[in-house]
């Protein structure tokens, strides 16, 4: 089997038998990252240096036989929206293109002290606002399933990275789907843990109210194991959880007995395409092949979770990116070019002699902030930052921001009543699967509209998993979804193994 097909977990064990070096192995990605990447575009920044001399420590502590962390020697990818110290963390965006943060995440300082190599970044959907990786600033990422199609987004660079074989894990942000969805398209495994499980401290906010980082990875148990390295309480994050940490690793093999599968009856109406249907029917019945008992539930409010959803996204978006402003942070305008236009705009209406023009002309800060901001963001950013202002703005708050809360609320109270009659709830993670590269450009609604299955969990701050169950007609993968309760990773880790034990549709990999 080739290197990039094996597992993360396949890699440990070699590294620790000594069979295969930290650096050996990074090289092999790094050759194929440079062979190969071109035709992808996972990666925004490709660290050779850098992941070459962890890399060496690693293999130094081993030489010497000093402790070893658990993710000794192994490269992870991560999302350009996580802060690397001194690294730049663009988020796919302009605004943020020059931006070195000083610190680390605490995601990032707990890979460091696990002995992972940090082999990347990855391309994004600007600010993680997309569902395509088509909104990135810098480039487009293309499914390594088929190179005319989107791998799906917002994580779009760490699924590709994945599917592709240039890393064996990677990191990723999950605000409403980015985690599960772009998984699903590309064929690889992703969770988002319950919000508050993972800290965000370091991450760039989208929506704080929903956003969780979590892992991807070729296989269930190597979500495991990188879920265990970063999971646990972080004081530096405010929603973070003060709960332990249970070993996902050792729980991962532990079949479930008298599991109950719930799947829902609102997800299987209209706008769900045959291929994805069928598998997802399929993948149930191997649920109950293997002794799970089946149930069909509802959750009555499913149907608005879309439109709570892009009410409350935007408006904390809104909010939090505010501080792009080319003086707290991020891209500043050429100031030359700013204050000649505003001379040469004033005097134009001096010579009209148009007073109230010259009383509404903005002043050179207001200017400056205009046009920073217009330069530094794309449009679906200042689209969402639009809706958002809009919702929250005087007058509008109750009708819609407020409204959305209490609509989140319901959605909550249909996820609690679902898991009082079953331990799972599986289902769809996708109405279709990938779609292609500018199908859907110029019809943000239509994006918006393929969460329908993915942002519940969020509003909810479920945790969620998505692993491979089949593929479409043309070959495209498909994606099973798995929510669980709150901080029942443990189960939904051990619910997906078995499904994958059953299964083969990890061990088949794209031809690049
Ligand atoms: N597609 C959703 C959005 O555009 C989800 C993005 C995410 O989870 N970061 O907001």
Redesign the pocket.
């Known amino acids: 089997m080739p290197f990039f097909e094996q597992s993360a977990a396949e890699h440990l064990r070699n590294l620790e038998t000594g069979e295969v070096s930290s650096v050996d192995l990074t090289r092999s990605y790094l050759d194929r990252i440079a062979a190969l990447d071109a035709r992808v575009g996972a990666f925004l920044r490709v660290d050779s240096e850098g992941a070459l001399r962890q890399a060496a420590e690693v293999d130094a502590k081993r030489a010497q036989r000093r402790p070893v962390g658990p993710l000794g020697g192994l490269p992870v990818a991560v999302k350009d929206i996580l802060c690397e110290r001194g690294q730049p963390t663009t988020c796919a965006s302009r605004i943020l293109e020059n931006f070195r943060p000083p610190y680390d995440a605490t995601v990032i300082s707990r890979l460091r002290a696990a002995d992972a190599v940090l082999i990347g970044r990855t391309n994004?959907?600007e600010?993680?606002?997309?569902?395509?990786t088509e909104s990135s600033a810098f480039q487009v990422t293309r499914n390594p399933w088929d190179l005319e199609r989107t791998p799906g987004?917002?994580?779009g660079g760490s699924a590709a990275a994945v599917a592709a074989g240039f890393a064996p894990l990677a990191i990723g942000?999950?605000?409403?789907?980015?985690?599960r969805?772009p998984a699903g398209l590309c064929g690889v495994v992703g969770m988002?843990p319950t919000y508050g499980r993972v800290s965000r401290y370091g991450v760039v906010a989208?929506?704080s109210s929903?956003?969780q980082v979590g892992p991807f990875g070729q296989s269930v148990e190597d979500v495991a194991m990188l879920l265990e390295a970063i999971a646990g309480h972080d004081p530096r994050d405010a929603t973070s959880l003060n709960e332990p940490v249970p070993a996902y690793t050792k729980e991962v093999g532990l079949p479930l007995a008298n599991l109950r599968v719930g799947w829902v009856r609102e997800h299987f109406g209209q706008g769900l395409d045959a291929d994805v249907e069928a598998a997802v029917r399929a993948a149930l019945g191997v649920y109950e092949s293997l002794g799970a008992t089946l149930h069909e539930i509802s959750l009555p409010h499913a149907k608005y979770a879309v439109a709570t959803?892009?009410v409350i996204?935007?408006s904390e978006?809104s909010s939090n990116l505010a501080r792009y402003d080319g003086v707290h942070f991020g891209h500043r305008t050429n100031e030359k070019e700013m204050l000649a236009e505003l001379a040469a705009d004033r005097k134009q209406l001096e010579t009209a002699c148009d007073r109230q023009g010259l009383d509404r002309l903005d002043s050179a800060l207001v200017r400056m902030y205009r046009r920073s901001r217009s330069e530094g963001f794309g449009p679906?950013v200042k689209r969402?930052i639009m809706l958002g202002t809009y919702a929250l703005s005087a007058g509008y708050y109750d009708a819609y921001y407020l409204k959305a809360l209490k609509v989140r609320r319901l959605i909550r109270q249909d996820f609690d009543r679902a898991f009082g009659q079953v331990d799972l709830i599986a289902g769809p993670i996708t109405p279709a699967p990938a779609i292609k590269i500018g199908e859907l450009a110029g019809d943000p609604l239509a994006?918006?509209l393929?969460?329908i299955y993915?942002?519940s969990a969020?509003l909810a701050g479920l945790p969620g998993l998505c692993l491979p169950c089949g593929r479409s007609a043309a070959g495209l993968p498909i994606g099973l979804q798995l929510l669980a309760p709150p901080l029942a990773e443990a189960r939904l880790l051990r619910g997906a193994r078995m499904y994958e034990q059953a299964t083969t549709w990890n061990t088949t990999h794209p031809e690049l």
Not at 127 to 132: I, K, P
Not at 173 to 179: K, V, Y
């Open positions: 994004l959907d600010f993680a606002m997309g569902g395509s987004g917002s994580s942000t999950d605000t409403g789907g980015s985690i969805q988002k989208y929506a929903l956003d959803y892009y996204a935007p978006a679906e969402r994006m918006y393929l969460d993915t942002v969020n």
